[in-house]
Nanobody
Framework: VQLQASGGGLVQPGGSLRLSCSAS????????IGWFRQAPGKEREWVSG????????IYADSLQGRFAIARDNAKNMVYLQMDNLKPEDTGVYYC?????????????????????WGQGTQVTVSS
């Protein structure tokens, strides 16, 4: 399995970014892609996740509806649309994956349950 996150950058407060995660090499029945972020000096924080088979998605409550996750299985891509960005959204954003032999999967919010990780992309929200 290979994951690669991209799309980060510098944006002003209130601006938008779309992160992309290229996710390939899965061999089992289903997988979940999660987005995490880590700010300097802080622990890695779960942001959002999506079930690749049925599209079920969940978000961290702290996002207050500003982010949206989507998948395009034909392109092996998962996207994280981030709107109304705030300085506290600054950090390195990672996509990660869990594979399962079972069709039914829940979207985990626990970093340690994710097996595969991409290299991260920096998001900086500053004026």
């Amino acid at each position: 399995v290979q994951l690669q996150a991209s799309g980060g950058g510098l944006v002003q407060p209130g601006g938008s970014l779309r992160l992309s995660c290229s996710a390939s090499g899965f061999t089992k029945a289903n997988y979940v892609i999660g987005w995490f972020r880590q700010a300097p000096g802080k622990e890695r924080e779960w942001v959002s996740g999506i079930n690749s088979r049925d599209g079920t998605s969940i978000y961290a409550d702290s996002l207050q509806g500003r982010f949206a996750i989507a998948r395009d299985n034909a392109k092996n891509m998962v996207y994280l649309q981030m709107d109304n960005l705030k300085p506290e959204d600054t950090g390195v954003y990672y996509c990660a994956a869990i594979e399962s032999p079972f069709i039914i999967m829940i979207v985990s919010t626990v970093p340690s349950e994710y097996t595969y990780w991409g290299q991260g992309t920096q998001v900086t929200v500053s004026s």
